[in-house]
């Protein structure tokens, strides 16, 4: 499935089959999850993606020799800038990235560099594992930069947040669910998963909270989620792409509050998160589209139709 331009739908395309180059492998792809972030790629939110591009960056295929790797967003960095030498590859400038700079996993083959690849737990079949590679590893990332907090606020509850409110509940944290204003089944959604509250994203929670992570791209729950802080609390902005963020008053943020975003993953977060998910364990709830209807896929996803994680079939 071949983007061209933001704004139109994805095409059902034969292209040639891909050839990996040194130090890369080529997989045949069983499963890819469907991310936000390819929908911020195919509306046009994000800038200057290759073009034409084969979107998908959560996917789990298998090698021509028989293993069965993952291929995750980071796609490769130069390992010798001072970001990659001080353990922080998630912002090497030079980085490219699966699904957006690179071809990714919205097709029958995909090739990658092996050593960006990861290793996928056997305790998850294909279909199972796939979200782990974004939504799980974003979520665990922001959960790492979120500290040590015993009370967190999740705001969006989709692939990420139903991830990671297992996680947290794993490490023996209280989760607050925040949801869009109305939305019943994602409160219902977010209790089934272990939140001991759920409840509009406009207003606080019975308790003040610790930690929020936000996951979905409303820069008006920023200050939103300010407001529902205790004192030292922490926003984690887990988002590529946010709307603008409004103007809020200084007193949201003193009391030594704090604002922080999270760009993209390094190697040791698949490694350390995927052995985890095991342990949890980390059940992702899923619902499927075969290749062909990734557009469809997107579009239930742009409406806010997807509950848990929408993953597409390559059979």
């Known amino acids: ?72 967003w980071l796609g490769r960095t130069d390992g010798a800038c001072r970001y990659c030498l001080s353990g922080r590859e998630n912002l090497c400038e030079s980085a490219r990235f699966t699904g957006y700079d690179l071809d990714g996993g919205y097709a029958e083959y995909v090739v990658a560099d092996e050593r960006y690849c990861l290793e996928m ?60 204003p109305g939305d019943d089944a994602a409160a219902t959604f977010a209790l089934e998963l272990g939140c001991e509250w759920a409840g509009p994203s406009d207003e606080p929670g019975p308790e003040e909270l610790d930690a929020a992570i936000i996951f979905a791209p409303v820069g008006a729950l920023v200050p939103a ?45 698949g490694e350390e998160f995927l052995a985890l998910a095991p342990r949890v364990p980390v059940r992702a709830e899923i619902e499927t589209f075969p290749l062909e209807q990734a557009n469809e896929a997107l579009d239930r996803l742009r409406r806010g139709e997807i509950r848990g994680a929408a993953v597409l079939r390559v059979e």
């Open 1 to 72: 499935m071949v983007f061209h331009a933001a704004g139109r739908p994805l095409r059902l395309e034969d292209v040639p089959l891909p050839e990996p180059g040194p130090g890369q492998v080529r997989l045949r792809v069983s499963a890819c999850g469907v991310c936000r972030t390819d929908l911020h790629i195919v509306d046009g939110e994000l800038p200057k993606p290759k073009l034409p591009l084969i979107p998908g960056h959560q996917v789990v295929g298998r090698t021509e020799d028989g293993r069965r790797l993952g291929v995750p």
């Open 121 to 180: 737990p056997e305790d998850y079949d294909d279909l199972q594992a796939a979200p782990l590679l974004c939504a799980g590893l974003i979520g665990y990332r922001s959960l790492w930069l979120a500290g040590d907090p015993e009370r967190i606020g999740l705001y969006g509850f989709g692939s990420s947040a139903h991830i990671v409110a297992q996680v947290a509940r794993h490490e023996g944290r209280r989760v607050f669910g925040f949801v869009r």
């Open 225 to 269: 989620a300010l407001r529902a802080l205790a004192p030292g609390g922490v926003v984690v902005c887990a988002g590529i792409h946010m709307s603008d963020v409004p103007s809020f008053p200084y007193e949201l943020l003193w009391e030594e509050r704090a604002v922080r975003s999270v760009a993209n993953l390094t190697r040791r977060d």
